[in-house]
T-cell receptor
Framework: QKEVEQNSGPLSVPEGAIASLNCTYSDRVSQSFFWYRQYSGKSPELIMSIYSNGDKEDGRFTAQLNKASQYVSLLIRDSQPSDSATYLCAVNMGGGGADGLTFGKGTHLIIQP | DGGITQSPKYLFRKEGQNVTLSCEQNLNHDAMYWYRQDPGQGLRLIYYSQIVNDFQKGDIAEGYSVSREKKESFPLTVTSAQKNPTAFYLC???????????FGSGTRLTVV
């Protein structure tokens, strides 16, 4: 069974602090990893992708991948109220992704002004 | 601008009725997907298609049907056999392989 696990939250973070979102996945051969942001009532928006171990930075966002631990995380620096949303972790599990991405249930992030 | 268009944005279905959700993309993507999202739940895969005239069942295909007659279009029909169709339906497309998806804006289906 392919699984992607996230803490559902809510995760409450003060404005200006670092928000840390975590995700674990079950398939060791997974090759590509994605973070989506979803505002209430809207569709998911891709914000980060990562394919190799280590850190990848894009503006205030940093994705971290540790394939040995089957763990991927998203850090949001200088959190803003507009960052309040549900963050979905998605993993392309094995076989070149013939059946697409497997999504976690998402972490609900609240940035407190 | 390239993107994915889903229509309608809101749809109401009567008991025993089939309804069709439209999904059109102009991104020249080969792969297209349909997901269902229920409140507080993640995305569950209904059907996917890697090429024209071919599609595969996802995790929750029962009560749904699709077609892929054109690269740009991947409509989803919710049949009367789907007993609990009220949900947010999302269409996505991608280049097959290790890449992320682009999502449409979604269709919210409600049974009345």
């Amino acid at each position: 069974q392919k699984e992607v696990e996230q803490n559902s939250g809510p995760l409450s973070v003060p404005e200006g602090a670092i928000a840390s979102l975590n995700c674990t996945y079950s398939d060791r051969v997974s090759q590509s990893f994605f973070w989506y942001r979803q505002y209430s009532g809207k569709s998911p928006e891709l914000i980060m992708s990562i394919y190799s171990n280590g850190d990848k930075e894009d503006g205030r966002f940093t994705a971290q991948l540790n394939k040995a631990s089957q763990y991927v995380s998203l850090l949001i620096r200088d959190s803003q109220p507009s960052d309040s949303a549900t963050y979905l972790c998605a993993v392309n599990m094995g076989g070149g992704g013939a059946d697409g991405l497997t999504f976690g249930k998402g972490t609900h992030l609240i940035i407190q002004p | 601008d390239g993107g994915i268009t889903q229509s309608p944005k809101y749809l109401f279905r009567k008991e025993g009725q089939n309804v069709t959700l439209s999904c059109e993309q102009n991104l020249n993507h080969d792969a297209m997907y349909w997901y269902r999202q229920d409140p507080g739940q993640g995305l569950r895969l209904i059907y996917y298609s890697q090429i024209v005239n071919d599609f595969q069942k996802g995790d929750i295909a029962e009560g749904y049907s699709v077609s892929r007659e054109k690269k740009e279009s991947f409509p989803l029909t919710v049949t009367s056999a789907q007993k609990n169709p009220t949900a947010f339906y999302l269409c996505a497309s991608s280049v097959p392989g290790m890449y992320g998806y682009t999502f449409g804006s979604g269709t919210r289906l409600t049974v009345v």
